[in-house]
């Protein structure tokens, strides 16, 4: 069955860095799009960036672009989202999403707290 | 960017009664060329990640019952419960995969009334 498990989350200070991993498994993962989206505890959900089966094509929101960077290793079947210059307002559940038409599996989700 | 807005923000409905909900999109989200309408819906439950219940605007997704059901097109959308239950207690999601930026409507909370 499908999986997809979010790792790299936890607490961190304004202006630091983290990078978000998510391991997939269960499907062919080299042929899909993966995309990241986040929620604000309480609040509505926000894509953050997708990239392409290949990683040719990187696609971001204008709340994270020149500060985030999506990628993936299709020999490990995980993509990766490295977040610089983290902002309070970053503070989310993160999740990583499969795109077959649109999103039909999704990770557990992991949290991201930026505070001092 | 294309802004989905959803009404209403919450909706409380008895059991066994019917639910409707609607999703506006600021522009189509119909693609002409294969006339798909390139919106889904999702169901969130607290505590867990969101569930594609139907996705081409009216295509259910494996495994979701047929008490679902979606319509519209180009910009207006509705999502149906035909008969709640308590188990479809949840936030429901309208979502454009048209183009970039992807949105997401601000989302309908359905209560047991």
């Known amino acids: 069955q499908v999986q997809l498990v979010e790792s790299g989350g936890g607490v961190v200070q304004p202006g630091k860095s983290l990078r978000l991993s998510c391991e997939a498994s269960g499907f062919s993962f080299s042929n899909y799009a993966m995309h990241w989206v986040r929620q604000v505890p309480g609040k509505g959900l926000e894509w953050v960036a997708t990239i392409s089966y290949d990683g040719s094509q990187k696609y971001y929101a204008d709340s994270v672009k020149g500060r985030s960077t999506i990628s993936r290793d299709n020999s490990k079947n995980t993509v990766y989202v490295q977040m610089n210059s983290l902002r309070v307002e970053d503070t989310a559940v993160y999740y990583c999403?499969?795109?077959?038409?649109?999103?039909?599996?999704w990770g557990r989700g992991i949290l991201v707290t930026v505070s001092s | 960017d294309i802004v989905m807005t959803q009404s209403p923000d919450s909706l409380p409905v008895s059991l066994g009664e019917r639910a409707t909900i609607n999703c506006k999109s600021s522009?189509?989200?119909?693609?002409?060329?294969?006339?798909?309408?390139?919106l889904a819906w999702y169901q969130q439950k607290p505590g867990q990640p969101p569930r594609l219940l139907i996705y081409w605007a009216s295509t259910r997704e494996s495994g979701v019952p047929d008490r679902f059901s979606g319509s519209g097109s180009g910009t207006n959308f509705t999502l149906t419960i035909s008969s709640l239950q308590t188990e479809d207690v949840a936030v429901y999601y309208c979502?454009?995969?048209?183009?970039?930026?992807?949105?997401f409507g601000p989302g309908t909370k359905v209560e047991i009334k």
């Open positions: 999403a499969k795109e077959e038409i649109s999103y039909d599996y």
């Open positions: 979502h454009q995969y048209f183009n970039y930026p992807r949105t």
């Open positions: 522009q189509s989200v119909l693609y002409s060329s294969n006339n798909k309408n390139y």
